[in-house]
């Protein structure tokens, strides 16, 4: 199965209580709308190679970032944001691939 990242792109939504578990995981502060924002421009700058689907979720590493995202295959809803290292999305990367 081809990941369509256009796709996740285009229905990505979030549930009220992913803002303050994304804020938690990240250590931030930030507003609806900044973590918004930064989920949309993390998905778009993220190369389609760090796009993978495991069960029922997307996982979109970015390396830049350092941020893992999680989103439900079905709902496209954003599940959580996780902080990743660099030697961790590398280690992934050589085993799913």
Same mark, same amino acid.
């Given at each position: 199965?081809?990941?369509?990242?256009? +796709? %996740?792109?285009?229905? $990505?939504?979030? =549930?009220? @209580? #992913?803002?303050? !578990?994304? /804020?938690?995981?990240?250590?931030? /502060? @930030?507003? #609806?709308?900044? $973590?918004? !924002?930064?989920? @949309?421009?993390? @998905?778009? +700058?993220?190369?389609?190679?760090?796009?993978?689907?495991?069960?029922?979720?997307?996982?979109?590493? /970015? %390396?830049? /970032?350092?941020?893992? $995202? &999680? #989103?439900?295959?079905? =709902?496209? !809803?954003?599940? &959580?944001?996780?902080?990743?290292?660099?030697?961790? $999305? &590398?280690?992934?990367? &050589?085993?799913?691939?």
């Amino acid at each position: 199965m081809s990941i369509d990242k256009s +796709e %996740i792109i285009a229905n $990505i939504c979030y =549930t009220e @209580l #992913v803002y303050s !578990r994304i /804020n938690k995981k990240l250590k931030t /502060n @930030l507003s #609806v709308f900044d $973590i918004e !924002r930064k989920i @949309l421009h993390i @998905l778009e +700058e993220t190369p389609l190679s760090y796009f993978t689907k495991i069960g029922k979720n997307f996982y979109i590493s /970015n %390396i830049e /970032n350092n941020i893992k $995202i &999680t #989103v439900n295959s079905h =709902t496209y !809803r954003v599940i &959580t944001a996780d902080k990743i290292d660099k030697k961790q $999305i &590398t280690f992934q990367k &050589t085993i799913l691939h």
